[in-house]
């Protein structure tokens, strides 16, 4: 079963006069393919558990939709959306024996005893707690109560499974192991299933697509790995990642990146952002011990964690008390308080220190010019604009190119890549700044089979503007 959440809010009223209204949901957009395993990350009060209630029916929305499949069931009752929810506290009945509690919602619906009995021998076997049947909850453990629970849910063989913070009442061995369960549960019934947690490495284990929110709005949508590797903004960044990622207050100068005096790191392009503030982020994985290396820590001790070392250092522009490095237990540190290294480049993330969110660069930069309402890169209009004529660098990110014969700009590819669900193209221009332009493009774009110059298209909003003489970023009259 696909579900699709359109501009869901749900905004509670204040619950007394000349209050607040709660903002719990806001204008969430996600769509979850049938047989997904998505997971609702964020803080407590984020609204994870308030979308979930939504999707199950227990909840109606202020405003938007949500389908399940092609059928719209935003004002669906709960009981015929066919949905199975395991809540935090599995609410199983003392009374009943666990043949009993995993049978109880077919006996509501009237399903005879016999079916009854069989349909929860196979949702127990799914769990493998098939032995455990004539038990009564008090002589299990608490994760073979959660696992009653999940049976309980999978017996009316649910279109969707909800899980609302399933593992948070288990000892943390049980965790890792209810995580796994689910994980097969799920692989093995193909149910689209929506978990919400409030702990990053629980979601990010079990999940193939996690949603991460902040105070009802959806801050970014992705593969675990790829929010990880590519946050969208500081809070995003803060959010994942054990130990967490290492913040401290910068400065772009010169094409580099500053923390204090210190040089740390090439700019990914030098020219638009000089004397920018930013937050500098860096993963604690992100440090290389070297003697001569551009970054100083002040450290307090070492922690030996097996396979790492862990460095527990400061320094004075970090955001936060205290400044983690995981480096190889193997690397030889000097018994020193003050220990040098240089950061790998994609395990720094700057941020702008105004907005918070991420300053991405444009990976292919031309230089051009503005004439009549065109943006030219050499004699090619490859835009309109509504800025006065000017020379300018033209940003273009790699994923602003569309393949066309008859299209604006002419690039020299070398070669194709293919990828999955893309081709990454590497190609020269005589404007570009930089010795390669890097392209990425559909899979299933054609492309002729002689490579050679290839015309192609500019996405107007994957395009950036910067005056040529300030380096400031224009507005090229859309934004
Ligand atoms: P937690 O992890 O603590 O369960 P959550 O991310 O699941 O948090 P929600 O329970 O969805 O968050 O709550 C989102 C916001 O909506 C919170 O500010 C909460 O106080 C508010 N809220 C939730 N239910 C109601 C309600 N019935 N009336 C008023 N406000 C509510």
Redesign the pocket.
């Known amino acids: 079963m696909r579900i699709s959440i359109q501009h869901l809010t749900k905004i ?1 009223p204040s ?1 007394n006069r000349g209050g607040k209204a ?1 903002h ?2 806001e204008d969430m957009n996600i769509e979850i393919p049938s047989g997904g395993l998505v997971g609702l990350l ?10 979930l209630f939504m999707l199950s029916g227990l909840e109606s929305p202020s405003s938007g939709k949500i389908l399940f499949d092609d059928q719209d069931v935003t004002t669906l009752a709960a009981e015929k959306r066919g949905v199975g929810l395991v809540f935090q506290n599995y609410a199983l009945y003392p009374h009943m024996t666990v043949q009993q509690n995993i049978r109880f919602p077919l006996d509501n619906m009237r399903i005879k005893k016999e079916e009854g009995n069989a349909r929860a021998l196979d949702a127990a076997r799914l769990v493998q707690i098939e032995d455990l049947m004539a038990r009564k909850p008090s002589e299990l453990s608490g994760g073979q109560q959660q696992r009653v629970a999940i049976a309980r849910a999978l017996v009316k063989m649910p279109n969707v499974l909800l899980l609302d ?1 399933p593992l948070s009442n288990l000892d943390a061995r049980l965790r890792l192991q209810t995580r796994e369960e689910i994980k097969r549960i799920q692989r093995t019934t193909g149910i689209t299933t929506v978990f ?1 947690t ?1 702990d990053q490495e629980e979601a990010m284990s079990i999940c193939d697509t996690m949603v991460v ?1 902040k105070l ?1 709005i959806v801050q970014q949508v992705g593969a675990p790995q790829d929010i990880y590797d590519d946050p969208n903004n500081l809070f995003v960044a803060n959010f994942l990642g054990t130990p967490p990622i290492n913040i401290f207050k910068g400065k772009i100068a010169g094409g580099k990146v500053y923390i204090g005096e210190e040089a740390i790191g090439e700019a990914p392009w030098e020219t638009p952002y000089d004397d920018q503030d930013v937050f500098v982020g860096i993963r604690p994985e992100g440090f290389i011990y070297d003697a001569n290396g551009a970054f100083t820590l002040n450290v307090d001790h070492i922690e030996v964690m097996g396979r790492d070392k862990s460095v527990v250092a400061s320094h004075e522009c970090s955001t936060k008390p205290i400044v983690r490095s995981i480096i190889d237990s193997d690397i030889v540190l000097p018994a020193s308080n003050q220990l040098k290294f240089n950061v790998k480049p994609n395990k720094l993330f700057l941020f702008s220190a105004a907005t918070e969110e991420r300053v991405k660069y444009p990976a292919n930069v031309f230089k051009g010019k503005i004439e009549g309402g065109k943006i030219y890169i050499g004699e090619e209009a490859v835009a309109d604009t509504q800025l006065e004529d000017r020379e300018v660098y033209i940003g273009i990110c790699p994923d602003g190119f569309v393949y066309d014969e008859n299209g604006a700009l002419t690039l020299q590819v070398n070669s194709i890549e293919e990828g999955e669900g893309s081709k990454t193209l590497a190609a020269a221009h005589t404007n570009s700044e930089k010795p390669g332009v890097k392209c990425i493009i559909g899979g299933a774009a054609e492309l002729p089979a002689e490579l050679g110059a290839l015309k192609f298209n500019i996405k107007p909003n994957k395009l950036s503007l910067y005056d040529a003489e300030t380096r400031e970023r224009l507005s090229n009259g859309r934004e």
């Open positions: 509670f619950r709660v719990a949901v964020g803080p407590s009060g984020c609204g994870k558990s308030t979308t913070e919400v409030h929110m009802g």
